[in-house]
């Protein structure tokens, strides 16, 4: 039996289809649309381009020494998170061994994404006591930050990408496909009701 095709109608108030109803009379996705066809090509060569990225890192010796030589140390971590503990260090041990530090005692190194998120990850978590290493330790989260800062810009631009590449596909605004996504997902989160 052929499946029906359901037209949506329109709310009474206004006459105007709901995004989810402009969606559904879409007839769904269109796979093969030269505007997504096209974001997509975008959104693969920037996926390509961050992956070969590495991002800056602007510092001072003494914080890059905190990190590589007290934080390191210090810093806490669960199971398998010593494999990140060990490569992040090791990454940063080569780092040192070029870092050739300004008269002004600044220094600048690139790191890998996967380097610089796994580190950011247990700076944010750290557990320290007293001011001693309070204030080296902020002084840290502060440069990590500012690159962190860069590479989630980049991560912005990928995901905007593939939303609207999803939108053309689907024939409608990116307006409309947030629209459609929060609603669709707000439905699912939604408490059932059990009858019985």
């Known amino acids: 039996m052929a499946d029906m095709k359901v037209v949506p109608t329109t709310t009474p108030t206004n006459g105007q289809m709901t995004t989810k109803e402009k969606v559904e009379a879409n007839g769904g996705t269109r796979e093969f649309d030269p505007k997504a066809m ?11 381009a961050l992956a070969k990225k590495k991002y800056r890192v602007k510092t001072t010796t003494e914080t890059f020494d905190y990190l590589l030589n007290t934080f390191f140390n210090e810093v806490k971590w669960e199971g398998y998170e010593c494999y990140a503990i060990a490569e992040t ?3 940063f041990s080569k780092i040192a061994e070029k870092l050739k530090p300004s008269k002004t005692g600044k220094v600048g190194f690139s790191v890998k994404p996967e380097i610089l998120e796994a580190t950011f990850h247990f ?12 204030t080296p330790h902020r002084l840290l989260c502060e440069d990590l930050s500012v690159t962190m800062a860069s590479m989630n810009e980049d991560r912005a631009k ?17 307006e409309d496909y ?19």
């Open 38 to 48: 096209k974001i997509e090509e975008e959104m693969h060569e920037l996926q390509e």
């Open 123 to 134: 700076v944010k978590k750290y557990s320290g006591t007293g001011l001693k290493t309070a």
């Open 178 to 196: 947030k629209k459609a996504a929060d609603a669709m997902h707000a439905k699912a989160n939604a408490p059932q009701n059990l009858k019985g």
């Open 158 to 174: 990928l995901r905007d990408l593939a939303m609207e590449a999803e939108a053309a596909k689907h024939g409608i605004t990116v």
């Open 89 to 91: 260090h090791k990454e």
